[in-house]
């Protein structure tokens, strides 16, 4: 079982930064594959990003290339979310998810909601123009 807790959300102009972090209990942290999803009104919920339980492999959507970073820190048992140069359409809640699937499977599907079997309960980020 694991728990998730987003923070770092707010109101950011244009072309700024903010990290979120997720906070995990749970013994099975350090064991999951994690990502970042958000949704935007109106939108399903979509990829951001994803790592592997030991930050070797990291997977980013397109629009978020070059200007997000995923990292974790098992030891504290928290995942990260750098988030530099914010666009207006970067405006969502963001969710972060752990998944129990073997690395294979997950590799594969990292994209995928239906995947991760635990969520939290998002925080809000606000990118205006």
């Known amino acids: 079982q694991v728990q998730l807790v987003e923070s770092g959300g707010g109101l950011v102009q244009a072309g700024g930064s903010l990290r979120l972090s997720c906070a995990a209990s749970g013994r099975s942290f350090s064991d999951a594959k994690m990502g970042w999803f958000r949704q935007a009104p109106g939108k399903e919920r979509e990829f951001v990003t994803a790592i592997d339980w030991r930050g070797g492999t990291t997977y980013y959507a397109d629009s978020v290339k070059g200007r997000f970073t995923i990292s974790r820190d098992n030891a504290k048992n928290t995942l990260y979310l750098q988030m530099n140069s914010l666009k207006p359409e970067d405006t969502a809640v963001y969710y972060c998810?752990?998944?129990?699937?073997?690395?294979?499977?997950?590799?594969?599907?990292?994209?995928?909601?239906?995947?991760?079997?635990?969520w939290g309960q998002g925080t809000q980020v606000t990118v205006s123009s």
């Open positions: 998810a752990a998944a129990r699937e073997n690395f294979s499977y997950w590799s594969r599907n990292y994209y995928a909601t239906n995947i991760y079997d635990y």
